[in-house]
């Protein structure tokens, strides 16, 4: 993890300003950090020191089962929180949250901000939708399971988790995601790597259709 500095961090806040979000002034004490791929933004179990607001990049969050199972749970993309729950919360049980691509976020020390985020009315409206769209969103994740067959739900999943052009999660995660079996998606896996969407490489699959998976994926949100 990369934390900007002078310069640097100066044309990054100009470029990138999320002052519209407050009432109070953020830049002062506002940090930037840069993650890389596979690394650890929030570990499981231990709460942040920041709440984030994500410029670029995306990550996934995990949750660890008391039978020590590990699910995926959802993803985190372009303009989201992180740590919203542990700033709303005194006892929270945090989850991980990893980066599946290059991430720059804005990090907001709780030590200096807590008392004013939670006092600032413009910043709890803009949280407020945030939190509506993203329960909103949960909720449709449950409902496309029984309304959409696998072929559209993996299409979008595929792409959400895909890097550079290369699809390589772990069957059993996905199994756990989408509600399904393991022999149900190894078989729509095949059919795409038949009709040209993906080709298999190893324990790998490489995009190559995008506009295909696209057009799959799209009738999850166009409905």
């Known amino acids: 993890m990369e934390i900007y500095k002078g310069e640097k961090k100066r044309r990054f806040l100009q470029e990138n300003s999320i002052a519209h979000l407050f009432s109070f002034p953020v830049e002062e004490l506002i940090e930037v950090h840069e993650y890389e791929r596979d690394e650890w933004i929030i570990r499981e179990g231990m709460r942040p020191d920041y709440l984030f607001y994500v410029i670029e990049g995306k990550a996934k969050i995990y949750v660890t089962h ?3 199972k590990v699910s995926l749970i959802n993803f985190i993309n372009t303009d989201d929180y992180m740590g919203e729950m542990e700033l709303l919360n005194e006892v929270y ?10 991430m720059i976020c804005f990090a ?3 030590s200096q901000y ?14 407020t939708k945030f939190l509506s769209v993203k329960a909103t969103l949960m909720g449709e994740k449950y409902s496309q399971s029984l ?12 792409l959400q988790t895909a890097y550079e052009g290369v699809y390589k999660e772990k069957h059993i995660i996905v199994c756990d995601y989408l509600g399904v079996t393991y022999r149900h998606l190894l078989h729509v896996l095949a059919q795409f790597c038949e009709k040209g969407y993906l080709q298999k490489e190893g324990r790998y699959y490489l995009i190559k259709q995008y506009q295909s998976l696209y ?5 999850l949100k166009n409905r």
């Open 147 to 158: 309304a959409y067959p696998l072929e559209n739900r993996l299409a979008d999943f595929i």
């Open 66 to 68: 008391q039978n020590g």
């Open 93 to 102: 049980s945090t989850k991980g949250i990893r980066a599946s691509t290059r």
């Open 215 to 219: 057009e799959l994926a799209g009738m």
């Open 114 to 127: 807590r008392e004013k985020l939670l006092e600032d009315a413009k910043f709890l409206r803009e949280l």
């Open 108 to 110: 907001l020390p709780f």
